[in-house]
């Protein structure tokens, strides 16, 4: 929700205190804050300014692959540096697409990475960008140790609605929830198939409709928004950031 991790961000959560911390993250939930945007994101807006106020003149970020090899190294003012490590960022994982889809076909890319529903959330965040407003993301992600965090299940399974945890978050940032409100924020957008082993009754007190077939979850979506729908489809959905043409 900072849009690209690194630059300010060494400070503010790097070293700030929890209250800080909290304030800054609470912002999720406004307008803006989603993965690779910077300009008019207030987390990283905010997280900027605090730095700023801190008179920090150098960083040295570095960017990796998945293997975790470093690919590229920038170095140099803290926003400036930034900006220039999020250009390569880009250039390496965002995939232009033409418009939005009706349905995103989305995997989380399979063990590890879909152990639990807390891990295999970043893919459902990149899906909702290439998603239309009122379309269906169909996400596959196994789930064989449930949901994952404790909090995050709680906040899930008590809230009555997308808008309330989202009003949650603003008013109390706890890690663990705050998955729960990016969730939620993909259901403020679209509706969610969830392909998965977890128990039918567990995902429906989530608010994703439960599948354990993927012909019948693409089926369920042509439902909703019809026959002749757009699909995109992202089989390494952790890792590769739609960007629809404005």
Known sequence: FAGVSGGAKAVLPGCASPSAIAANHGLMARPGAETGRLEGNPVREDLEEGAAMLGIDFILNAIVDDRHRIVAAFAGHVRAAHRKGCERVAE???VPIARCADIVLVSAGGYPLDVNMYQAQKALDNAVHAVREGGV?????????GLGSATFASWLQEAGSADEILARIEREFVLGGHKAAAIAAVLKKARVHLVSSLPAEAV???GL????????ALAAAHEVVGSEARIWALPYGDSVLPQAAA
Request: contains cysteine; negative net charge; charged residues 30%.
């Open 204 to 206: 429906g007190r989530v």
């Open 137 to 145: 993301i169909v996400w596959v992600a196994e789930c064989r140790e």
């Open 209 to 216: 409709v439960p599948f354990d077939d993927l012909g019948q």
């Open 92 to 94: 390496r994982g965002a």
